[in-house]
């Protein structure tokens, strides 16, 4: 490559290239300097700090809820009745908007089954987050055509396993991450 | 149109500093020699109301400021606080609250203004750009704003509108939690609100310089909608309309005073004054009376995504309007045909705003997704095609001709021959 004058040839020279790679060198800096004042606004390490909440849910009769706030949202915590559970078993999983379970628990492809919703050998628990998947509102329980849930908001229906059936919530509800530390008490987180 | 500045310094201080900074001149130059059309009529000042009450909202924020604490646990009781035990603050908050709705109406005005005389054509189109940038300031700014008392419109309102990001696709949940800067809407967001609300106005008030500037150098449209021919066409910006405008703004205070001392909580929601529960939302939740239309074409779409995409959108078509109006008459006042979408194109908006306060159910949706669909029509299909179609009226020869006729302008101006 000639490193003579070259101003009307089309042939890159040594000071085009010093160009680029001076310009290259200062984008990568300014993006360098300019995350910590994007990541600055993401949660925090006291938000991030995985808070757990135990719950003692033995005064939970069948067709009984509670609600625990964990994160800074609801979590639904219901004792289903049998007419509840049969409801849900009854609907074939294909006729769902939303095939998916949406549950921490389970691999994210598991199928919207009655038993992928409710809690691992306790079908007549469910636990979910009580934030609508449209816009976020907190549905109100045991309300809307399917007895389950149903959100103010904008009108999103969801069924006795808090399955999304109508309305315009994309999502069933989001089951979190929880465990039965004892017949009596529900670890959330 | 601006002329250069007539303007001749005639103390020892002034002609100092002029030589130095020739702001005296500028300021003579855009707001008192400046030659503005004659036949302006009253909804020409609403350019003056409305920086008019971004001044008073400057104003009344900052004293509200020195009170306010943007903290979820004492946000709201801060606000009592300012009700009750404030010397005035009861008045300040309410100059504040009821300063906003009415920024609103007054900016809505405008705009539709705008779009009955043709202000956003050639040339004007970058003085149309700035003006919906400035909505949209807006728009972010009043959102903000009313978030900060913390009571239960202000959280519902903050987590149903940051969850509008979570429709994008792949990153749509990161973008949320980098919104709230946590899991949910909290502390951590109002804080941040708060520092974006102290700042945007500031930013507005930027956007509007250069709207002023823009507009300075095209020379006000009028509602004739041609363009000034001779000196004729024009009287002084000082005394005329510096007169006019303060006295539309007079006026345009009078209103606010009435809502302020008989109607405070009016344009308000009594569910704001209980405070923020992030576990319980109220059975009706409703936005702000000036964000009802677009919040019943976000509800008017079953599908999430495309509901936000279809509330993005009736904003940004605003942005390429200029270049949708495929008729080069700029006044309704000469177009039979478009003069009547206008005022149905009117009603439309203030049908959706009546939808966007109703339940989101039945009748209620059919008839949003009608009025939806027609917003979107006005724009991409009416507004291109009647260009295309219809035939204005004979437009007068001049400002001067059709004012000294008496009639303002209308069919009656025709081609009487030009003396001037
Ligand atoms: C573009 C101009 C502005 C608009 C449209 C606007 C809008 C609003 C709105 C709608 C509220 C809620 C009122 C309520 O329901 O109580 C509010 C509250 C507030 N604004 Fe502004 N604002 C503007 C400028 C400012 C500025 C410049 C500041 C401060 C520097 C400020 C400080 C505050 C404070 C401290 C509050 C909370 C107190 C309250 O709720 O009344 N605002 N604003
Ligand atoms: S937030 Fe529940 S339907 Fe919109």
């Known amino acids: ?189 | 149109m601006e002329g250069h500045s007539t303007y001749q310094p005639t103390n020892g201080a002034a002609k100092w500093l002029e030589r130095r900074l020739p702001v005296i001149g500028l300021v003579h130059s855009s707001f008192v020699a400046y030659p503005t059309p004659r036949n302006l009529n009253y909804w020409w000042t609403f350019g003056a109301i409305l920086s008019f009450v971004l001044v008073a909202q400057i104003i009344t924020g900052i004293v509200l400021a020195m009170h306010y604490v943007p903290a979820g646990s004492m946000a709201f009781n801060s606000v009592e606080a300012i009700m009750r035990d404030v010397n005035f603050g009861w008045l300040l908050r309410y100059l504040h609250a009821n300063g906003a709705s009415l920024f609103f109406f007054a900016v809505y005005i405008h705009m539709f203004r705008g779009m009955y005389y043709g202000s956003y054509k050639e040339p004007r189109e970058v003085l149309w750009i700035l003006g919906v940038l400035i909505l949209l300031l807006m728009i972010a700014a009043a959102f903000m704003g009313y978030v900060l008392p913390w009571g239960q419109m202000s959280f519902w309102a903050a987590t149903v509108i940051t969850n509008l990001f979570s429709a994008i696709p792949l990153v749509g949940t990161a973008i949320t939690e980098w919104l709230w800067g946590g899991f949910s809407v909290d502390s951590a967001t109002l804080n941040r609100f708060y520092a974006l609300h102290y700042l945007l106005p500031f930013m507005i008030a930027g956007v509007v310089v250069l709207h002023v500037w823009a507009l300075h150098v095209t020379g006000q449209n009028n509602p004739l909608g041609i363009d000034i021919k001779s000196k004729k066409d024009t009287v002084a910006f000082t005394p005329y309309a510096t007169i006019k405008d303060m006295f539309a703004t007079v006026v345009f205070l009078i209103l606010l005073a009435w809502m302020v001392f008989y109607l405070p909580n009016y344009a308000g929601h009594p569910d704001n004054y209980i405070p923020a529960d992030p576990l319980k939302t109220p059975a009706h939740i409703v936005p702000e009376w000036y964000f009802l239309p677009f919040y019943a074409i976000l509800r008017a779409i079953p599908n999430k995504l495309a509901g936000v995409i279809a509330l993005f959108s009736a904003i940004a078509v605003l942005f390429v309007l200029p270049w949708l109006d495929t008729s080069r008459v700029r006044s309704a006042r000469f177009r039979p045909i478009y003069r009547q979408f206008f005022w149905i194109f009117v009603i439309v908006c203030i049908g959706l705003g009546y939808l966007g306060s109703q339940p989101a159910e039945g009748g209620y949706v059919i008839a949003s997704r009608i009025l939806t669909a027609y917003y979107f029509i006005h724009f991409l299909i009416i507004l291109p095609v009647i260009g295309l179609i219809e035939r204005p009226k004979p437009l007068p020869n001049s400002i001067s001709e059709s004012v000294l006729q008496g009639s303002g302008g209308g069919a009656t101006a025709t081609t009487t021959g030009s003396e001037g």
């Open chain 1, 1 to 189: 490559m000639a490193n003579t004058d070259t101003a009307d040839t089309a042939e890159p020279t040594r000071r085009d290239f010093l160009y680029i790679a001076t310009g290259g060198v200062a984008a990568v800096g300014a993006a360098l300097t300019v995350w910590p004042f994007i990541d600055q606004m993401n949660p925090d390490a006291a938000a991030l700090a995985l808070a757990q909440v135990e719950v003692d849910v033995s005064a939970l009769e069948p067709g009984m809820s509670l609600t625990v706030k964990w994160r800074g949202k609801p979590v639904f915590v219901r004792n289903r009745t049998e007419k509840e559970i049969d409801e849900s078993k009854a609907v074939p999983v294909s006729s769902l908007p939303d095939p998916v379970a949406r549950n921490a628990n389970l691999p994210a492809s598991a199928e919207a089954t009655d038993a992928n919703r409710a809690a691992d050998g306790r079908e007549a628990w469910l636990i979910q987050i009580g934030i609508c998947t449209h816009l976020g509102c907190v549905p109100l329980g045991q309300q809307g055509a399917y007895g389950g849930w149903f959100c103010p908001c904008h009108g999103s229906v969801y069924d006795t396993a808090g399955r999304i059936r109508q309305g315009p919530a994309p999502q069933n509800l989001h089951i979190p991450v929880y465990s039965f530390i004892s017949e009596s008490k529900l670890r959330i987180g």
